[in-house]
């Protein structure tokens, strides 16, 4: 038990104030014109990741008979290498000091949480409500694409990435 003397915030109050801290971010982030550049041209790279990602995925599960959620877990992994690579090159050119493996593996990290949603949406889409698998996945993608947008612009490619040098 946590005596009174403790100046420790209690575990719900510390991720309230993660939370509304991240949301205190966009929010300031909204009003900042380069930062809408930034979500087009993330926009734009998603757009051929999410291409790649449905057409690898059509590929596996019509033309391999492979399994709708192996299927998706395969195809995010082609899907992910494009996105990281354009994303580096173009969309967060400014933060090309940091690492390149250290920002890769933040960058697999949060697409990893957003494959969580995805996966869930296509399951609850696919098995659940009995929807087409194709489909399915393709609102499942877009469903996914705010959440890594915001994690990989305040975490992968934010401004304690750029303090970590290149080798």
Request: glycine content about 10%; overall charge positive.
């Amino acid at each position: 038990m946590d005596s009174p003397a403790s100046t420790e915030a209690p575990a719900p109050t510390r991720g309230a104030a993660l939370a509304w801290e991240v949301a205190r971010r966009v929010h300031l982030g909204s009003r900042q014109r380069e930062n809408w550049i930034q979500l087009f041209k993330f926009g734009l790279v998603g757009g051929t990741g999410y291409l790649i990602n449905i057409a690898v995925f059509a590929l596996l599960v019509k033309g391999a008979g492979v399994h709708h959620i192996v299927a998706a877990v395969l195809s995010f992994c082609v899907a992910v290498t494009n996105n990281f690579l354009l994303n580096r090159g173009w969309t967060f050119r400014d933060a090309r000091g940091g690492h390149a493996g250290f920002q890769a593996a933040r960058f697999f990290a949060v697409s990893v949480g957003a494959l969580g949603v995805n996966v869930l949406v296509l399951y609850g889409l696919a098995d659940v409500v009995n929807a087409p698998v194709v489909a399915s996945q393709a609102i499942a993608v877009a469903v996914a694409m705010p959440f890594n947008f915001i994690g990989n612009k305040l975490w992968t490619f934010g401004p304690d990435s750029e303090t970590r040098s290149s080798p």
